[in-house]
């Protein structure tokens, strides 16, 4: 049995053990785990800046050791994320439908935990905590698979949370660690079909892919964001102004940053010249069409691939186009369903833009940005669904379930 098999075992007999506890018990373990992720503030800083020293003597980039770097601050960040999560109601024996049937049969439709829930992430340590308080919370248990930059964090988070977890009722099998640094293990969990149940991949577009073509293991798709604001020719100019702003600038390194702009040729001459001043202030690079680069000396000339990519940085690309289907159409070939937002003030092209565009989530005269588990009062999330099966766009608590049915009767027998 290699290293993967044993702790992949270990998390799904966990996994049987975690599915029948009611809420009390699993919001205790999660406050006990916050309370220990406190008190060892020190030694996980001591773990994670190894983790940031490699990283820098490998040249990455400062931004991304940003994302890697915790600080005592940071972790008690962490641990407050964690209390919310044991405040969020349980979905866990929630009654989705039910009814009595003609027979007298009473049928029901419950939430039930998936069971072994492998979390592939980059980066980012805090992942660790946040996947596994939300698996815990929702009955499941977390198979955690870390980037390597992150493995010595990584280590500590895992052996804290375990260490607090025993001698409750959540049995500390709950949240693992996928050992090892190679790509190996990360195949093992994706043909690990009837040990884990299913795969949440988060992090960049490669990351993703490879998981969704090469996994045995059902998987639930998150997070590439190529969003899409839309500029009508009906549109509250400075409202679009703000929004457009917002979206890409206020944090451009997320998935729910806007990457395109499209704007209404009624509109262009006047709108244009506005938002590239916008942008500019804002430090934004534009990567625009011919339509576009007529309005600025300063756009660089779009290519194909400009409107395919989701820059994660102060660059938005930018295309005038002649109506809204063609506006549609143009976030229908380049999108990735993740969230497109209109600008107008016609209720018919609002509701028209609403019903085209097949995106996780659609915004109306508002930021793209605003796609958040905890913008929509979700609490947290585990990801951002982009694909169409069980679970579509922020992706909290009851999202982390499936349902059985359960039918009670009193000796009836089918004819």
Same mark, same amino acid.
């Given at each position: ?115 072994? @829930?492998?979390?592939?992430? +980059? ?5 660790? *905590?946040? $996947?596994? /308080?939300?698996? !815990?919370?929702? #009955? ?17 988070? @895992?052996?804290?949370?375990? +260490? ?5 009722? *959540?049995? $500390?099998? /709950?949240?693992? !660690?996928?050992? #090892? ?20 991949p988060r992090g960049g577009a490669s990351l993703i892919n490879s998981v969704v073509e090469e996994s045995t293991v059902p998987v639930i798709e998150t997070g590439v964001g190529n969003c899409h604001v839309y500029v009508d020719a009906d549109a509250d100019q400075e409202m679009a102004l703000r929004i457009l702003v917002n979206a890409k600038a206020q944090r451009p390194s997320v998935c729910n940053a806007a990457e395109t702009l499209l704007v209404h ?151």
């Open positions: 049995m290699s290293e993967f098999q044993k702790v992949a075992r270990a998390a799904k007999d966990a996994a049987r053990l975690l599915a029948p506890l009611p809420r009390a018990p699993k919001d205790r373990a999660l406050r006990g785990i916050a309370d220990a992720l406190t008190a060892r503030a020190e030694e996980i800083v001591a773990a994670n800046a190894e983790d940031v020293a490699r990283a820098r003597e490998s040249g990455t980039a400062e931004a991304m050791i940003d994302r890697l770097r915790l600080d005592v601050d940071r972790v008690a960040k962490i641990a407050q994320a964690v209390r919310e999560v044991a405040d969020l109601p349980d979905p866990v024996g929630e009654v989705v439908r039910g009814s009595t049937l003609p027979n007298g049969l009473e049928l029901r439709q419950l939430r039930v935990p998936l069971g072994v @829930v492998g979390i592939i992430y +980059e980066g980012r340590p805090n992942v660790t *905590v946040d $996947a596994a /308080a939300l698996c !815990l919370k929702s #009955g499941n248990a977390a198979l955690l698979r870390g980037s390597s930059s992150a493995y010595a964090s990584n280590t500590v988070l @895992v052996r804290v949370m375990q +260490e607090a977890l025993a001698g409750t009722e *959540v049995p $500390a099998g /709950a949240v693992q !660690l996928v050992p #090892g640094l190679s790509r190996d293990s990360v195949k093992e969990m994706m043909r690990a079909r009837g040990l884990v149940d299913v795969l949440v040729a009624a509109i262009a001459a006047e709108f244009v010249p506005k938002a590239l001043a916008a942008l500019r202030e804002a430090g934004v690079t534009v990567h625009g069409d011919p339509a576009i680069a007529a309005y600025g000396d300063d756009v660089v000339p779009a290519t194909e691939e400009d409107f395919t990519v989701e820059y994660l940085s102060l660059d938005i690309a930018a295309a005038v186009v002649d109506s809204l289907d063609e506006a549609v159409a143009h976030i229908t070939r380049y999108g990735s369903a993740h969230t497109d937002a209109i600008i107008t003030r016609s209720q018919p092209a609002a509701r028209r833009f609403v019903a085209l565009v097949d995106s996780a989530a659609v915004a109306v005269n508002a930021s793209t940005r605003f796609t958040d588990g905890g913008e929509f009062g979700f609490g947290a999330e585990i990801g951002i669904s982009t694909q169409k099966l069980h679970a579509r766009g922020p992706m909290g608590l009851p999202e982390l379930t499936s349902t059985k049915w359960v039918y009670t009767g009193d000796g009836q027998i089918r004819s």
